[in-house]
């Protein structure tokens, strides 16, 4: 065998790891994936993958340090200057390959990356402007990235749907996992909303005042819903077609009413983790890509 055969093997393993880890870990995502054309579909896998190991840096360290040793080689990584054979690391291989292939902004993928260093330490989130900016490099980031992959310069048009759309997407996954982040210390509500309902960290993270919380939850939810109607009319802005090739990231802002609806029926907003169920996850994504194929809008405002 070829060196060079041996390469392409090692790159299409190291893309079906990926795809592998997309499919266990975001399943949202994965789905969506499936409606991309199949050329693409890979590249999306890397992207997604990458996505879930620099969110996922807080659950595997137990300092903050470590967690940002791991956070400083990824955008080493992807600066070029990584330590140690990145064809070591499947996700690292695949992403690097990617991110040639498409000639994606470095740029993006470090600010990504920087924005997670949030996520290592105990700090709340100082105010709601900042927690949109850390959705927009985060969620917002990765559905223009994705776009990139699947319309090149078309994705241009996209990048206020990108913005509005990320909000709307990280907004409500915080929201659902209040519950998980609270018991590790961690407060992404921001602070400003909390001290209008007579809240601080302190009482979101000790269980505190079950209905000043709820107060404090509805309020953001009303954010998140102005989020997803933006991102909606910009995409029914696009001409059709420009719709239809990047359709694929955008189907998961379908999720979000869903989710949106069972988070308001929770009463114990520190114990119950609400969202849609699995089939109905399931339904709802492959309804979202039939309408995006057939040129019909799938986001629906609340």
Known sequence: MSAEASSDDRLAAAYAYCADVVRGQDRDRFLASLFAPEPVRRHLMALYAFNLDVARVRELVREPLP?????????????????????????????????????????????????????????????????????????????????????????????????????????????????????RGQCYLPLDILARHGLDRDAVVTAQDA???????????????????????????????????????YLALSLVPGDLKALARVREPLREIAGLGALWRTFTVWRAGRRAAAGKAWVKSL
């Open 211 to 249: 209905p000043a919380l709820r107060a404090a939850l509805a309020e953001l939810r009303g954010v998140a819903r102005h989020h997803l109607a933006q991102a909606g009319a910009a995409l029914g802005r696009l001409p059709v077609a420009t719709r239809r090739t990047l359709a694929t990231p």
């Open 67 to 183: 967690g940002e040793v791991r956070l400083a080689w990824w955008r080493e990584v992807i600066e070029g200057e990584g330590r140690g054979a990145v064809e070591a690391h499947p996700v690292a291989f695949a992403l690097l390959d990617t991110v040639a292939r498409f000639d994606l902004p470095k740029a993006s993928l470090i600010n990504l990356v920087d924005a997670r260093i949030f996520d290592l330490y105990d700090d709340p989130m100082p105010s709601l402007g900042d927690l949109e900016g850390y959705a927009g490099e985060t969620a917002g980031a990765l559905l223009q990235l994705s776009a990139l992959l699947l319309g090149g310069a078309a994705a241009g048009a996209a990048a206020e749907a990108s913005g509005h759309g990320g909000v709307a997407i990280a907004l409500t996954g915080l929201m659902r996992s209040l519950p998980i982040h609270a018991a």
